[in-house]
């Protein structure tokens, strides 16, 4: 029979490994600092944050992670690491699409983690826009959802932007339902966004059949409304959960749990090849037959997987369309590069959006 270790022993051990962590986590900040202090001393004083460093870096964390934690809770855990480091050599702002509590921001901070500032945007255009002139050094914008398809705001902010994807992140839209109330029996009236409402139909049809839904314009707005209302509940993300101090009382009440939105970072960086990489393109062309057929053949004849495309009518012409193309590969690789020469030529117009690294999970 294997011997029992006593409790007291246990938490000891626990103290001294809490107490070495510390000391590595603050040695790691210094060097931080003196990353920072090298790269102002050489000029360089614009580029601290580097979307494939983090990525090689939280790859590496996932691969070499023994568990028992896992993988994701080990990367979420160094992301946290990183971003505390990175604001003490400069700390950044973020746009996202608000109000505080979105999908969006959180979105945000899985990307760059808490130590960032956030600000709410009340639209996508003004999202670019706080980026393009510089107010917040990065921006989160939603472009696509597993269930309801590309967000056309985003796609169509794209063509005047001179900003980059430099990198995206995924989140699985997990619905809760929140209240301040102490059980389901006493909830009078549910906010939410009236996508949520059909999203969760099912649960609320099994549950609170009886119970008034309210539509409002989002679910961050509804997590507000939860904690002022008497008898109100929302259905809303974790993070509005804690920005509004209201209470999770049943989670991911969601009809289809499959349900992902992926978000793209923008920003004015360049980002180096990480061999797991996408490049988004925009691609102008004619409504001439073979036109699809002369944009996917470099990517075929060069064995490039196309990952999504979309068409958006383009303003500059009548019939005259754009697509939104997703590729595998970094545009500095081989491949990629020759793909994206032949079909310049092939072209009314191209544009690299962006090649970044793949979203880490």
């Not at 003196?34 to 004083?45: C, F, H």
């Not at 460093?53 to 590496?60: D, G, N, P, Q, Y």
């Not at 509804?222 to 259905?235: D, E, F, P, Q, V």
């Not at 310049?344 to 962006?354: A, C, N, P």
Request: aromatic residues 6%; charged residues 25%.
């Amino acid at each position: 029979m294997t011997d029992v270790i006593p409790l007291s022993e246990l938490r000891k051990q626990i103290d001294e490994i809490d107490q070495a962590i510390l000391q590595l986590i603050n040695k790691r900040a210094k060097l931080a600092e003196e990353v920072a202090r090298t790269k102002l001393a050489s000029g360089d004083d614009a580029s601290f944050y580097r979307p494939d460093r983090e990525a090689l870096v939280l790859r590496r964390i996932q691969e070499h992670n023994p568990g028992p934690l896992s993988d994701a809770t080990a990367a979420y855990f160094f992301r946290e690491i990183m971003s505390a480091c990175l604001a003490l050599e400069k700390p950044m702002q973020i746009a996202f699409l608000g109000p505080k509590g979105t999908f969006t921001q959180q979105a945000a901070f899985k990307h760059f983690g808490h130590a960032v500032y956030t600000e709410a945007v009340s639209t996508i255009e003004g999202i670019f826009k706080a980026v393009e002139t510089g107010h917040c050094d990065f921006g989160v914008v939603p472009i696509e959802n597993s269930t309801e398809g590309v967000v056309t705001h985003t796609l169509d902010s794209f063509n005047e932007s001179p900003l980059k994807i430099c990198g995206e992140v995924e989140i699985r839209i997990h619905h809760n339902l929140m209240s301040n109330v102490a059980n389901l029996k006493e909830i009078t009236e549910i906010f939410s966004h009236k996508q949520s409402l059909a999203q969760c139909r099912k649960w609320l049809e099994q549950n609170l059949p009886e119970v008034l839904c309210t539509e409002v314009n989002s679910n961050a707005e509804a997590a507000r409304l939860a904690s002022i209302t008497k008898g109100g509940a929302a259905i809303a993300g974790e993070v509005a959960a804690e920005i509004y101090a209201v209470t999770i009382l049943e989670k991911c009440i969601e009809d289809e749990l499959n349900n992902t939105t992926r978000f793209v970072i923008i920003g004015r960086l360049d980002t180096n090849s990480t061999s797991k990489d996408k490049t988004s393109l925009l691609v102008s062309v004619k409504n001439d037959a073979g036109a699809l057929h002369e944009i996917l053949q470099p990517f075929a004849k060069h064995g490039i997987d196309m990952t999504r495309i979309e068409s958006r009518p383009s303003r500059e012409g009548l019939w005259q369309y754009r697509f939104f193309i997703d590729i595998e590969g970094h545009c500095s690789d081989e491949k990629p590069k020759q793909a994206i020469a032949e079909l310049e030529s092939k072209v009314m117009q191209l544009k690299v959006l962006g090649s970044y690294p793949k979203a880490v999970l």
